[in-house]
């Protein structure tokens, strides 16, 4: 229609060129090529570039060097500055310095939330440290030392001797809590010290079979010394044997007084979420199950019949 009245119509692909050129000139007007030219003054000295690209103080090759130039870079920085040389972010918290990774694996709050919070949410560090992790298996309450804290306000105590992911797995696995909390990792198979006692093949010091059966050491130690037993009889006595171990997984759960059940072990009580209670416990899983009872009532035994009466005999005939 644009041909019959007279006004030529545009070419069909001639929006392209002129979209891309201004996509080109966009890149392209940030660089000002000419300050990478001619004599190029940094410390005192007046070099060419080439010159710049092979003196030893220079960390980049000739074309980073030319493009940090034309985008403005002072020629000191341009030359000296190594590829990727990004500041460290590092802080201090109740005396310990760690960086912002050291942190977000320490606490268990993701690196990115971390970042985010203090670029973004305007926190300090502090703020956003103690904000804790939004993931459920770090906020569970934990008491210790007579004080009671989310596992992540846990991880970053200063008497903390281990990270929040190792501390949850610990007190899963039936440490006490403040030694969960307080233990440095060792590269070895059994943790804790003292003399090792030996048990259904195993050998360790008698806190970590406290840890591994969950009955406190000052008991075994109690019996082990009243009745002059081994510690193998000790545990039998006490009613622990390697089979009720067997297959059984450990996690940690909040809930309510009422939800107990036997066997939890309780390791947190929290009053901040409202006037109840909420208890972090240690709990099987799965639960163990109760045993079998019948819900069909018995049958009613069948009545035995009266026995017939005896048939009498016949008279014999002699």
């Known amino acids: 229609m644009n041909d019959v009245i007279g006004i030529p119509a545009p070419p069909a692909d001639s929006g392209a060129p002129q979209r891309a050129s201004k996509s080109q000139d966009r890149r392209t007007d940030r660089y000002n090529w000419e300050l990478a ?96 992790s939004d993931g459920p298996h770090f906020t569970l309450p934990v008491t210790a030392f007579g004080e009671t804290k989310p596992l992540t306000h846990w991880a970053v105590d200063p008497r903390a001797g281990c990270s929040v992911i190792t501390m949850r797995r610990r007190i899963a696995a039936g440490w006490d809590p403040e030694q969960a909390i307080t233990e440095e990792p060792q590269n070895r198979s059994t943790l804790g010290s003292g003399v090792p006692h030996r048990a259904f093949g195993l050998s360790m010091g008698l806190e970590d079979w406290a840890r591994h059966t969950q009955i406190p050491a000052g008991t075994l130690r109690h019996v082990m010394g009243s009745y002059d037993i ?19 997984v450990h996690d940690l759960v909040a809930i309510p007084a009422e939800q107990l059940r036997p066997g939890d072990r309780i390791v947190g009580v929290s009053t901040d979420h409202g006037p109840e209670p909420v208890l972090t416990v240690r709990r099987p899983y799965p639960p163990p199950s109760p045993p079998y009872t019948s819900t069909t009532p018995p049958a009613s035994p069948t009545p035995t019949p009266p026995a017939p009466p005896p048939t009498p005999r016949a008279p014999t005939r002699r």
């Open 37 to 132: 030219r001619g004599s190029i003054t940094a410390f005192g000295e007046a070099k060419t570039l080439s010159a710049w690209a092979q003196d030893p103080r220079c960390a980049v090759n000739r074309e980073a060097l030319r493009t940090r130039l034309a985008l403005g870079w002072l020629p000191e920085d341009a030359i000296t500055r190594e590829r990727h040389d990004k500041p460290v972010l590092e802080f201090t918290y109740q005396g310990r310095t760690l960086t912002l990774r050291g942190w977000a694996e320490q606490s268990g709050i993701k690196y990115a939330t971390l970042h985010q919070r203090l670029t973004k949410g305007g926190m300090t560090f502090e703020e956003a440290l103690l904000k804790g």
């Open 230 to 248: 081994p510690l193998d009889s000790a545990l039998n006595a006490l009613g622990w044997s390697p089979r009720a171990e067997s297959g059984t």
